[in-house]
């Protein structure tokens, strides 16, 4: 039995019509679970007897729980627990422009990042669409305040969950669902090729970004495996097919680790690579962690990568430090309490 919460509308009302429902009832049930936040069929106050009893046979309600909350000035951190007992995270933001999400797409994660606390634990299974979506809600319910944008960057890589995911999207992007604008839906990437064209193809306002890090094999390879399978050549060239295609920016992710990747000279590689490119640099100050070998740039030297490219008239921003007091910043996600 399906999830209630892991039906696109379309997906919905081609179910419904399957178990001999009425077609409109997808609406209904969206309002219901997505607006009115009532996931208690018995409830659906203009739904007749008979259909909620047809619904309580085809589809289940589960939720998963808030386990813990870390709690710091614009940041807060929660732990979940899914119904097998595994454990996710989510990170919520305050701007000043809104409130945001982080939110996680696997149960640990195969890419394996060296610098990365989420890589640590070895990816467990793909998150259910459910899973994502009750993501938002539980924490829209605990805030009382409905969230403005979704980042899919938490534990995970979302191209290694790609149907669920994409699935999610057209959930929360819905006008009957979440209604959250495509372009306040943000998916990052460690660079799977195939993923990034089959999102291509998708016709969605959603933003992609793509974890770089290093300007060339040689420091990639070292500090990120997939470029092993997935080397820049190839995927500037796929990133660059995406931006023809689909006629949007590509955010490209850059940590700043102190004397690996953050020297002037990596600064004009990096120049050599995106010139041209209708991208953005994030430049992300690292997040130590006590597992790590690694060191956060200092600021003088994040200044002084940022105006190499400023220079060369690269889109450039330096990303505003968030939740790192509680590890809840980016690559600082483990899911194993008491870590």
Known sequence: MKNIFSYPYNDLED???????????????YEWLYIHK???????????KDSISIFKKNFSNNFIKIKNVQKSKDTSKYLFELS???????????????ISICISSQV?????????????????RDLEVYEMVQQILLIEKDINKRIDSVVIMGIGEPFDNYT????????????FGLSIGARHITVSTSGIIPGIKKFSNENMQVNLAVSLHAPNDELRSKIMKINEVYNINNLINTIKEYIKKTNRRVTIEY?????????????????????????YINLIPY??????LYKKSSKDRILVFYDILKKHNINVTIRKEFGSGIDAACGQLRAKEGE
């Not at 669920?164 to 006008?175: D, E, Q, R, S």
């Not at 940590?255 to 991208?279: C, P, Q, R, S, T």
């Not at 997040?287 to 790590?292: D, I, K, M, R």
């Open 108 to 124: 640990g994660c195969n890419i394996g990042c060296s610098f990365c606390e989420s890589g640590r634990l070895k990816k467990v």
């Open 255 to 279: 940590v700043m680790l102190d004397y690996i990747n953050d020297e002037k000279k990596h600064a004009f590689e990096l120049v050599n690579l995106v010139k041209g490119m209708n991208v």
């Open 164 to 175: 669920n995911v994409i699935n999610f999207i057209k959930i929360i992007n819905n006008p």
């Open 15 to 29: 179910f419904l019509i399957k178990i001999n429902e009425k077609k409109y009832r997808a609406k209904q049930i």
């Open 38 to 48: 009532i996931d208690n069929f018995t409830e659906m106050s203009n739904i007749s």
């Open 84 to 98: 097998d007992g595994n454990l996710i995270e989510a990170v919520l933001m305050i701007h000043n422009y809104g």
């Open 287 to 292: 997040n130590e962690t006590n597992h790590n």
